[in-house]
């Protein structure tokens, strides 16, 4: 049963309402104060102080100070006006019930609403961080495409210089054979002319000189020729050889004989697990091959579809149980589906065909691959 504490002094004003409530032993984190414009409640255990104003107040800017055993309100009026008294009189039980139910739907009405401003201003805030975060984003991005443009602008203008480069050095080799050529139309009209001008006597003379300037001027045009037209090509051929794909290695590693016969050993195992299985008459023919099950497994376990990726595997190894690889994938799904039992099984198989079949993998080094196949 709380204390109800009528011992309180309560001063005012036109405009303010002070009041002093001793509560012995009073702190901070124990104290519920409720407040509202006309009710006003301390709870204090084993103490009670309720108030039922006698004019409504501005609970909001109202204040409370709590220490020395007392607690002293500061209570704004609404109105400037004095009261007669701080808590109304003559209020029955059931006033003072519907005025408690006013108060605490009100309270609960300012903390909706203090609520929904707070999830408002927060979406703002929101809102404006993420625009920040876009107009940020657009300059970068802004920035880098003017980064590219900047690039491409100077690759351009290099590869401009360099095609004006190479087109100034034609043009030079182009003047310069030119010149050349020029040099030796000269030289050979000087000898043309030291031959006239030697040439006093005798027919003989003077068509031994001709034929002599006409060899000359054939070896000119030719030394021409040879300058400006390149040297044909060297004519050449290239054979090439393919290996016949007898089996999956190449020629110069396989041996013909044995896989023929491994061949034919593993068709006759797929037909009498054909026989012996009825259901796999119904199957396609890659659906019977263990390889295209077993990929078939791993692209369901990527997609996290396990159940289906067991059947895959069950299947393949109904119809090649010596695969180790088969019950390991098959336990990386019964791990991820916590069926540590089957998991351990299937691992075990695995190490009994490895260990019987292989005999080179160290025990270590296949715990390390079942590791890894498991991703742990």
């Given at each position: ?7 309180y002094s ?13 509560l ?14 006309n ?11 309720e108030?039922?104003?006698?004019a409504?107040i501005d ?22 006006a004095?009261w ?11 006033m003072m019930?519907?005025?408690?139910e ?6 609960q ?7 929904e401003a ?5 979406r ?7 625009s920040?975060?876009?107009k940020?984003?657009?300059?970068e ?14 690759a ?5 210089a ?8 034609e ?11 020029c040099?030796k ?22 068509r031994n000189?001709?034929?002599?300037g006409r ?5 000119f ?19 090439i ?7 999956p290695?190449?020629?110069r590693?396989?041996q ?10 593993q ?13 796999l ?11 295209w099950?077993k990929?078939?497994g ?5 997609t ?15 119809l090649?149980n010596?695969i180790?690889?088969?019950?390991l994938?098959?336990?990386a ?7 540590l039992?089957?998991?351990?099984e ?5 190490y009994r ?24």
């Amino acid at each position: 049963m709380p204390l109800q504490v009528s011992d309180y002094s309560w001063q005012q004003t036109k405009t303010a309402v002070f009041l002093s409530l001793p509560l012995k032993g009073v702190c901070v984190r124990d104290t519920d104060v409720f407040c509202t414009e006309n009710y006003l409640k301390v709870n204090f255990p084993p103490f009670l102080f309720e108030a039922f104003l006698y004019a409504p107040i501005d609970d909001e800017n109202s204040k409370a100070k709590v220490g020395n055993d007392t607690i002293v309100f500061t209570l704004y009026k609404k109105e400037a006006a004095m009261w007669e008294t701080l808590s109304v009189t003559g209020v029955d039980k059931e006033m003072m019930q519907r005025i408690r139910e006013r108060s605490v739907l009100q309270a609960q009405e300012r903390a909706k609403e203090a609520t929904e401003a707070k999830a408002a201003a927060k979406r703002k805030d929101q809102k404006y961080a993420l625009s920040v975060m876009m107009k940020i984003e657009e300059e970068e991005r802004k920035k880098i495409e003017d980064m590219k443009e900047n690039e491409r602008i100077k690759a351009t203008k290099e590869l401009e210089a360099w095609k004006e480069y190479q087109r100034k050095a034609e043009e030079q080799k182009k003047i310069q054979r030119e010149e050349k050529l020029c040099q030796k139309e000269k030289q050979i009209k000087e000898e043309r002319k030291k031959l006239k001008s030697k040439s006093l006597t005798g027919n003989s003379a003077p068509r031994n000189l001709a034929t002599k300037g006409r060899n000359s001027e054939n070896i000119f045009t030719e030394k021409l020729k040879e300058d400006s037209i390149p040297a044909p090509r060297s004519v050449g051929s290239i054979k090439i050889n393919f290996t016949p794909r007898v089996f999956p290695t190449a020629l110069r590693e396989s041996q013909v004989a044995e896989e023929e016969e491994w061949l034919h050993k593993q068709a006759e195992a797929r037909r009498a697990m054909n026989t012996h299985i009825p259901e796999l008459c119904d199957l396609k023919e890659e659906e019977k091959n263990p390889e295209w099950l077993k990929d078939k497994g791993n692209k369901l376990f990527a997609t996290e579809n396990y159940l289906a990726a067991i059947n895959a595997y069950n299947l393949a190894i109904r119809l090649n149980n010596k695969i180790p690889l088969l019950y390991l994938n098959r336990a990386a799904c019964h791990l991820k589906l916590k069926n540590l039992h089957k998991t351990i099984e299937d691992s075990s198989k695995a190490y009994r065909i490895m260990k019987r079949h292989l005999r080179l993998i160290h025990p270590t080094e296949l715990y390390k691959l079942m590791l890894r196949r498991f991703g742990m």
